[in-house]
């Protein structure tokens, strides 16, 4: 069982076109570091705390108030759970999902109809008609360019329409900072070195300005949701559906189990399990919602 037991947040809401205050590209994310590339994703691994993932994209499109949207792209729609949010609240839009892995893509096809499902690259993917509304939930973050993204994203959308996006904002927690001690902690560190990123996610003032460049109103927050986990080791089972994948495809069996020894030892002292088994894994989340 996951629990959501509370959250912090801070915002910043703009209704007006304002100048940007800073350069588009100052501290936003850029370039790939050599070796990273695109991740093979195991599907049931990543929706062993699919509730909890879910629960940030909830967020994100209780901000979302466009009326009636036609044409809805789910951008890095993964297993299809956003999709079939957005099925439910708008059953007369055309959505279409748009994910770069097939065994994401299969399991979504398996699980939700009448959804248009689409496997490309989301990073150039473009619509082949102007969009009302592009959510982009837990995406971003694996991707560069963030500068020339974004605007491209909002230069998609028809007049009115809303791009919504939400990013992990979390890779100064002990959940990745641990990974950074497990490689510094052998010799594998020249192999694995490269396949580590460095933090993906710019602050929100640096995004409230990228997006105030070319939308009428701009909605900036942030979440820190304190999630509870049961079982063993809880934080390494999270992370190995995600962050914690390239580096232990790139390991032989015993690196791998070593790796994961010192990393979960790391994370153990960090987040601590609590009564009745239960870990406390706080998880901070940023928001962009644009309207164009």
């Known amino acids: 069982m996951c629990i959501v037991i509370g959250r912090s947040e801070s915002s910043i809401v703009t209704g007006t076109r304002t100048p940007t205050a800073l350069r588009a590209h100052e501290g936003l994310p850029d370039k790939r570091p050599p070796g990273v590339e695109r991740l093979s994703w195991n599907p049931t691994q990543y929706l062993k705390f699919g509730d909890l993932r879910l629960r940030p994209a909830i967020d994100l499109l209780s901000r979302v108030s466009i009326e009636s949207p036609k044409h809805i792209i ?29 065994e994401m893509l299969a399991k979504a096809r398996e699980q939700i109809s009448g959804v248009e499902w689409i496997e490309a690259d989301v990073e150039s ?25 974004i605007p491209r994203l909002l230069s998609t959308l028809r007049a009115g329409g809303v791009l919504a996006i939400q990013m992990p904002k979390n890779f100064a927690a002990p959940s990745h900072t641990c990974i950074t001690h497990a490689v510094n902690s052998r010799p594998w560190r020249e192999l694995l070195e490269p396949l580590t990123r460095p933090d993906p996610v710019a602050s929100p003032a640096q995004y409230h300005a990228l997006l105030s460049s070319s939308a009428v109103a701009v909605d900036v927050w942030e979440i820190e949701y304190y999630q509870v986990l049961e079982g063993n080791s809880p934080v390494v089972e999270w992370t190995s559906g995600t962050i ?21 030892r790391c994370i153990e002292g960090a987040y601590p399990q609590g009564p009745g088994g239960t870990t406390l894994f706080p998880f901070k989340r940023l928001f962009l919602v644009a309207q164009v």
Do not use: K
Request: charged share 30%; proline share 8%; aromatic share 6%.
């Open 74 to 102: 789910d951008l890095g729609c993964g297993t299809g759970m956003v999709s079939a949010v957005l099925r439910e609240r708008w059953p007369d839009a055309r959505i279409v999902g748009v994910d770069d892995s097939p």
């Open 125 to 149: 993917w473009a619509p082949d008609e102007p969009p009302d509304l592009i959510v982009s939930n837990a995406v971003l973050h694996w991707l560069d360019r963030h500068a020339e993204l």
């Open 244 to 264: 914690l994948r390239p580096l232990l495809n790139a390991l032989q069996d015993t690196e791998r189990t070593e790796f994961l020894r010192i990393y979960e």
